[in-house]
């Protein structure tokens, strides 16, 4: 049974998060021929205060963007 972790800042809709679950369920499916109910996924969502990048949180990244 494939377990799949993913780890995202918050920010993504409910669509974009399923769609992109289902799209690795559906290559987990093709590429190591297990059954589509064997495979979990889960979705773990940071906020963007929890989050750095470059030393800066994913905020500041965001704030700095936004300029």
Same mark, same amino acid.
């Given at each position: *049974?494939?377990?799949? $972790?993913?780890?995202?800042?918050?920010?993504?809709?409910?669509?974009?998060? $399923?769609?992109? *679950?289902?799209?690795?369920?559906?290559? *987990?499916?093709?590429?190591?021929?297990?059954?589509?109910?064997?495979?979990?996924?889960?979705?773990?969502?940071?906020?963007?205060?929890?989050?750095?990048?470059?030393?800066? $949180?994913?905020?500041?990244?965001?704030?700095?963007?936004?300029?």
């Amino acid at each position: *049974m494939p377990e799949i $972790t993913i780890n995202l800042a918050v920010g993504r809709t409910d669509e974009q998060k $399923t769609a992109v *679950m289902r799209d690795i369920s559906d290559a *987990m499916v093709k590429h190591l021929g297990v059954k589509a109910e064997d495979v979990v996924i889960q979705i773990n969502e940071a906020p963007l205060t929890n989050k750095m990048k470059g030393g800066k $949180t994913f905020v500041e990244r965001k704030a700095e963007q936004a300029k």
